[in-house]
């Protein structure tokens, strides 16, 4: 079973950036898409950015033009850059890979802690 684990969250101010890392326990990320997915208080789970195993990317509405997904295939990790930050990004964030990954070894997805960005004046 993959282990994910998400850093670089913290307290920001509106129009600031911040630089979420995602690091995998092994070597998938070359083979299969990844996503960043946040939770405010009161909501479910969306996706804000999404990588293909190919390099595609695309990203939610809310934050088109200011998160940029990428991946660094030799250190395992994806990241999202985070710039131009709003109130309502405020959210813990989750990485994830793509469903095919659990699917092709029988596995159940799992989710990590995830970590908190906090967007504030």
């Known amino acids: 079973q993959v282990q994910l684990v998400e850093s670089g969250g913290g307290l920001v101010q509106p129009g600031g950036s911040l630089r979420l890392s995602c690091a995998a326990s092994g070597s998938i990320f070359s083979i299969y898409g990844a996503g960043w997915f946040r939770q405010a208080p009161g909501n479910q789970r969306e996706l804000v950015a999404h990588i293909t195993g190919s390099g595609n990317t695309n990203y939610a509405d809310s934050v088109k033009g200011r998160f940029t997904i990428s991946r660094d295939n030799a250190k395992n990790t994806v990241y999202l850059q985070m710039n131009s930050l709003k109130f309502e990004d405020t959210a813990v964030y989750y990485c994830?890979?793509?469903?095919?990954?659990?699917?092709?070894?029988?596995?159940?997805?799992?989710w990590g802690q995830g970590t908190l960005v906090t967007v504030s004046s």
């Open positions: 994830n890979v793509d469903a095919s990954y659990y699917s092709s070894l029988g596995y159940l997805p799992v």
